[in-house]
C-alpha cells in the first residue's frame, strides 16, 4: 500500500506544469506595441484619432495611454478605450489588466468651439 502511495507522490512532483516565467516589463512592452502598431493605431487613425502609450505599470497589469486627435474629449473615446483596446490587449498579453486613457492636454478641439455670443441689440 504504501509502496503505491509512494508512486504517486512521485508522479505529482514530476508533473510539468504549463505555468510561463514571467517576463520583464521590456518584453511585456515589445508586445504591447507591436499589437498597438499594427492592430490598433491603424483603426483609431481612421477616425482621425492616435492612442499613445504613456507607461505600463507592472504591479497592477495598468496600461497608461494618451488619447490625442479626434479622441481627445470625445464622448466615444471611453467605449473604444474599453471595449476596443482593452479587450483585444487583455486577449493577447495576459500581463494586461487594465487600460485607462489620459486626454491629451495640448489638444485644441475645433469641433467643440463656443458658440460666438449673440445680442439682439446688434441688429437694430
Do not use: W
Not at 517576463?23 to 481612421?46: G, H, L
Not at 495576459?94 to 460666438?116: H, M, Q
Amino acid at each position: 500500500m504504501t509502496d503505491e502511495i509512494d508512486k504517486r507522490i512521485e508522479a505529482e512532483e514530476t508533473v510539468e506544469t504549463n505555468i510561463a516565467p514571467p517576463r520583464s516589463k521590456e518584453e511585456i512592452m515589445a508586445q504591447i506595441n507591436d499589437i498597438m502598431e499594427k492592430a490598433i493605431q491603424p483603426n483609431v487613425a481612421m477616425h482621425g484619432g492616435e492612442v499613445k502609450i504613456i507607461d505600463f505599470e507592472m504591479e497592477t497589469g495598468t496600461l497608461r495611454t494618451l488619447l490625442s486627435g479626434s479622441c481627445s474629449g470625445c464622448a466615444s473615446s471611453t467605449i473604444t478605450l474599453k471595449m476596443g483596446i482593452e479587450n483585444m490587449l487583455k486577449h493577447y498579453v495576459p500581463e494586461v489588466n487594465r487600460v485607462t486613457g489620459e486626454d491629451d492636454p495640448n489638444f485644441n478641439d475645433p469641433y467643440y468651439t463656443e458658440p460666438p455670443s449673440y445680442d439682439p441689440m446688434d441688429n437694430m
